[in-house]
């Protein structure tokens, strides 16, 4: 198959010109380190293992396994991101243990979890955005407002979490992202909405940005794959997203004059009409909530998730590569397109066909596998350069320059959610796993249900 040719390419030219960096600089043919994980190396392996798993890639599979058999080293110093290294390494060796069974996934999960535990050692045990994986010591990103942490950051653990303790049988992390989730459930919210920025110390609000894309987006989506997680029992997070959704939906949903739906940022009160790449996720988590709503809200739902998807997919198809902008805007004339130049770039996010393998696996649609198609076809024509795939620096003209990244990302997730949209359902069901805000898969929780007898 098409999709699985092109991860072993993206794997291959890692391997050869970047094994142990973080990600592959695919034109310049070298490694990429950055300062997002702290000392940490191999990104690309740790998002790579479960895709390169489930695609049966097996001596693929086997080269990351040995590099993280023999190579990777948690005993690190350096400023690291704890949302991105919970999403990326924890979610990864998580959901590789799980796929496999082997031990190895396992304890290097357990063994970073605890290197993470010293940021949440705040006043209100909401934690710091970043820490050192040495020393232990953290603090807040110093571009986020006076010292706050992010929505979208502290609100992405609790999956991760809810494993760690389940296979340590340590309750620690859980206590932590249960202590985040009582925080928030008391919070007083400004109608109804989850604003971006906390502070750790007073846990209120810092400043009143609210957003469905970047800085707030998968706060909602671990809300709703909690309870999915949970075999609906966690009632509270199911409660709070039917809650935050009811309020976007009356704040943030808009119709443009073209008849596009779209989800508008929120600033004080004012609306920002703009979508972020990022806020694309939201027609798949909105059609997966939409599945467990009570008759009229399901099918409002479902028509919610059917139209912002089909926005997103037009700000792919009004572009000359016909791969979407960073981030595209609903002004008079220029509807679902970028209107600022430096939104004008495609760095081989996966959100949009994250919809479109929520969509088709929710209602078997054609269109949506015929957009993932259109996808595939795009990225091999602008994206994939002698050694890798890299982003592109605007999608408006047909000879785009590339940004030289082959982001971790795109074999976590990109590709993944590709594969699986021409997959049968029964590969990763939705009924068996939810997946990691970085498309790795845990599974859902069946324990008690059958231990009761039941199915
Ligand atoms: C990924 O790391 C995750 O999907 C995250 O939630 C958002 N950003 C990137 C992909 O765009």
């Not at 535990?117 to 955005?129: K, S, V």
């Not at 902008?325 to 209107?339: K, V, Y």
Request: proline share 4%; aromatic share 12%.
């Amino acid at each position: 198959m098409k999709i699985k040719e092109m991860m072993k390419f993206a794997w291959d030219n890692y391997k050869q010109y970047a094994l142990g960096k973080n990600e592959l600089r695919p034109l310049t043919k070298n490694g990429h380190i950055g300062n997002m994980f702290g000392g940490l190396r191999g990104a690309t392996v740790i998002d790579a293992l479960d895709t390169l798993y489930i695609m049966e890639l097996e001596e693929e599979f086997q080269e990351a396994k040995q590099w993280v058999e023999k190579s990777f080293d948690l005993n690190v110093n350096g400023e690291a991101s704890l949302f991105e290294v919970n999403i990326r390494y924890i979610g990864g060796l998580l959901a590789t243990y799980y796929l496999t069974g082997e031990e190895v996934f396992k304890s290097k999960a357990l063994e970073l979890g605890e290197k993470l535990l010293p940021a949440f050692n705040t006043p209100t045990g909401i934690p710091r955005g970043v820490i050192n994986l040495g020393s232990g010591m953290s603090w807040s990103w110093g571009w986020a407002s006076a010292g706050s942490s992010i929505l979208a950051e502290f609100g992405t653990l609790h999956l991760e979490f809810l494993h760690l303790s389940e296979l340590s049988g340590n309750p620690v992390f859980a206590e932590k992202v249960r202590n985040i989730r009582r925080v928030l459930s008391r919070v007083e919210k400004p109608q109804g909405l989850y604003p971006n920025f906390l502070s750790p110390v007073t846990g209120s609000w810092v400043q009143h940005h609210v957003s469905i894309g970047g800085l707030g987006d998968s706060f909602y989506e671990y809300l709703i794959k909690s309870w999915l997680m949970s075999d609906k029992k966690d009632s509270e997070a199911k409660k709070m997203y039917d809650d935050a959704l009811e309020a976007i939906e009356k704040h943030l949903v808009k119709k443009s004059a073209g008849g596009l739906t779209y989800i508008a940022e929120w600033r004080g009160g004012i609306l920002d009409h703009k979508m972020g790449h990022l806020a694309c996720f939201s027609g798949g988590m909105i059609a997966l909530g939409a599945q467990h709503s009570p008759g009229d809200r399901r099918q409002r739902h479902m028509e919610l998730a059917a139209e912002i998807t089909s926005t997103c997919h037009e700000s792919y198809a009004r572009s000359d590569t016909k791969l979407g902008p960073e981030a595209f805007r609903f002004d008079a004339g220029s509807e679902a397109t970028a209107t600022r130049l430096s939104e004008r770039y495609y760095i081989l996010r996966p959100e949009v066909v994250e919809s479109y393998m929520y969509l088709w696996r929710l209602t078997h649609q054609p269109k949506y596998r015929h957009w993932g198609w259109e996808v595939v076809q795009a990225l091999e024509k602008y994206c994939r350069v002698e050694a890798g795939f890299s982003g592109i620096r605007d999608v408006y003209t047909t000879t785009p320059t590339h940004d030289n990244m082959q982001q971790s990302f795109f074999l976590a997730e990109t590709l993944k959610y590709l594969y699986l949209l021409f997959c049968e359902d029964d590969v990763l069901s939705l009924e068996d796993w939810v997946f990691n805000t970085e498309a790795h898969p845990l599974p859902i929780n069946h324990t008690d249900l059958k231990a009761a007898g039941q199915p």
